[in-house]
Structures are given as structure tokens and as C-alpha cells.
């Protein structure tokens, strides 16, 4: 019996580079892509919340060249050349976490950000939210997620505030961005749906 784990995750695969305004310049691997100082490329952040007002974290997996074992948002990654945001989330969420929901663009912001001498994080990056019923079970890709749970937003709050060093640094933007300035949005998103 095969019991080998597939990769959904490639270090040749070819990231999108752009411009600020989203524009593509170019393709870049995904490890040249973050080399160095990085180049800008397209990246999406997914967020699930449940209707009870819990979110799910991921710890990322050991594998992971930057920020390893870094508690983060439910999944993150880059849109395929050809890929809309639509496909490329949807692929990826199901890819990661088993889980397929309706998902909701909130914004889209830029940052940079270095990790040690490893490499670093160069991203234009587009925030989706879904919304499931209940803190429903997921199932993790293994080479993926090292662990994972639903926390109630007070929770990671206090979390953000004490102990920020255990969370990437483009969830600790995204999150204060979605307390700070998309909560009407996200409570509208939370209503059961009729």
C-alpha cells in the first residue's frame, strides 16, 4: 500500500511578479521568488471563521523554509500563472485543509518581511474570509500544517498582544486590519445565511 504524502507545494513552481497596482512584471520560481530580500509577487491569505465567532490557526509545518512552526491564519499561498484568485483559493484551501466554502476578498495590502538569513516574504497580498457553520474538522495536509485549532477572536487578540513573536508577521497585519477596520464587514459575513 502507497502511503506516500503528494506535495502540493513546489519550490520550482513559477510565482507571479508585479507591480504595487497588481500588474504582472514577470515569473520568478517560488525560491528565487523569496531569496535575498524577495520580489514582489501575488499571494492570497485565507481566514474561516465559524458563525459562533471562532477562527482557525495552522501551525506551519517544520518543512517550511520561512517561518517554520510559526502559528499563522487558516492557509496562504500564490495564485498559479492562468489561475484567477477565485481558482487559485479555492485549489488551495481544499489543498491544505480538505475544506471547500464560499470565500469573501476583503483587501489587499503589500508587505516585506525578512526572515534571519533565510529569505524573506515580498508579497502583494489579497485577504479572503469563508464562513462555516461550526469550528467544523478539517483535514490537514501533513507537509503543510503542523497543528491546528479554533480560537475565539478575544483569544488571539490577547495572543497578538502578549506573544507576537509566535505568529507570522503578515497574519499579525491582517488580523489587526480585520479587528480595525473590517468588523461591520465581518459581522454582516458571520450572519446565518437563510
Not at 157 to 166: A, F, G, H, L, S
Request: with cysteine; charged share 20%; net charge negative.
Amino acid at each position: 500500500m502507497n502511503t506516500a504524502v503528494t506535495s502540493v507545494s513546489f519550490d520550482s513552481e513559477s510565482l507571479i511578479l508585479v507591480d504595487p497596482m497588481d500588474n504582472p512584471v514577470g515569473t520568478a520560481t517560488k525560491v528565487s521568488a523569496h531569496a535575498n530580500k524577495g520580489q514582489l509577487h501575488r499571494a492570497f491569505s485565507i481566514f474561516l471563521f465559524s458563525r459562533s465567532g471562532e477562527v482557525l490557526l495552522q501551525k506551519r509545518s517544520e518543512h517550511k523554509p520561512l517561518w517554520p512552526n510559526f502559528w499563522s491564519n487558516a492557509c496562504c499561498s500564490h495564485p498559479r500563472q492562468g489561475e484567477t484568485y477565485q481558482q487559485a483559493t479555492t485549489r488551495r484551501l481544499y489543498e491544505e485543509l480538505g475544506l471547500t466554502t464560499p470565500l469573501t476578498r476583503l483587501f489587499q495590502f503589500e508587505y516585506h518581511a525578512l526572515f534571519e538569513d533565510v529569505g524573506a516574504e515580498h508579497e502583494l497580498c489579497s485577504v479572503y474570509v469563508g464562513v462555516t457553520d461550526g469550528p467544523c474538522p478539517i483535514s490537514p495536509h501533513p507537509l503543510e500544517v503542523a497543528a491546528w485549532d479554533w480560537y475565539p477572536c478575544e483569544e488571539i487578540d490577547r495572543w497578538c498582544e502578549e506573544t507576537p513573536e509566535q505568529l507570522t508577521p503578515w497574519f499579525l497585519i491582517e488580523w489587526s486590519t480585520i479587528r480595525n477596520e473590517f468588523q461591520p464587514a465581518l459581522v454582516d459575513l458571520l450572519k446565518p445565511s437563510n
